[in-house]
T-cell receptor, first 115, second 114 residues
Framework: NAGVTQTPKFQVLKTGQSMTLQCAQD?????MYWYRQDPGMGLRLIYY???????DKGEVPNGYNVSRLNKREFSLRLESAAPSQTSVYFC??????????????FGEGSRLTVL | AQSVTQLDSQVPVFEEAPVELRCNYS??????LFWYVQYPNQGLQLLLK??????LVKGINGFEAEFNKSQTSFHLRKPSVHISDTAEYFC????????????FGTGTRLQVTL
């Protein structure tokens, strides 16, 4: 049971470098999300995709871009990494559709350090 | 806008003691409420959820929560904790109007000791 798979699990970047976090789900879910988790701040929504072909900004989108490549895959790109983007990133998916929310299923996280 | 407040950042408790983790929400519309648990170095998994109906919700691992609309609360309880319950617990809220977006609290670290 793969569920939600994120790669890489760990990454160290230098300031200004770019990278893409990959996420794939095998549950045929419509909606996918990217959150970041920082100590004392809980999880904050970066971007989400309510359905294939659509993406929307969340609470903290600055410095990030996303691509919903197909129904299974949702990638998060940092074009020019900054130390403030040091965080643990979680991808999640949900079977939600038609405006009806259902639970989120999370990946195991990607720990990113920007020096 | 909706928000969630978890009043305690850390809750230490002895094994087999009862525990309550507090969660208050703010929303002007009907809400859906969730509790998630995060074990060390893992993603979050759903403990329980309130969508409608009975205000007492039972979840996995012996946890339960009660939705109190007048108090705008959704506190999580367990009558007897185990060492394996040591984890971070997150309360989260959404509504029909923001159906695609879940807002999380800052989390409560439950530390169970012998």
């Amino acid at each position: 049971n793969a569920g939600v798979t994120q790669t890489p699990k760990f990454q160290v970047l230098k300031t200004g470098q770019s990278m893409t976090l990959q996420c794939a789900q095998d549950m045929n879910h419509n909606s996918m999300y990217w959150y970041r988790q920082d100590p004392g701040m809980g999880l904050r929504l970066i971007y989400y995709s309510a359905s294939e072909g659509t993406t929307d900004k969340g609470e903290v989108p600055n410095g990030y871009n996303v691509s919903r490549l197909n129904k299974r895959e949702f990638s998060l790109r940092l074009e020019s990494a900054a130390p403030s983007q040091t965080s643990v990133y979680f991808c999640a998916s949900s079977p939600a559709s038609g405006g009806v929310f259902m639970e989120l299923f999370f990946g195991e996280g990607s720990r990113l350090t920007v020096l | 806008a909706q928000s969630v407040t978890q009043l305690d950042s850390q809750v230490p408790v002895f094994e087999e003691a009862p525990v309550e983790l507090r969660c208050n929400y703010s929303s002007s519309v009907s809400v859906y409420l969730f509790w998630y648990v995060q074990y060390p170095n893992q993603g979050l998994q759903l403990l329980l959820k309130y969508l409608s109906g009975s205000t007492l919700v039972k979840g996995i691992n012996g946890f339960e929560a009660e939705f109190n609309k007048s108090q705008t609360s959704f506190h999580l309880r367990k009558p007897s904790v185990h060492i394996s319950d040591t984890a971070e617990y997150f309360c989260a809220v959404t509504s029909q109007r923001t159906a695609s977006k879940l807002t999380f609290g800052t989390g409560t670290r439950l530390q169970v000791t012998l």
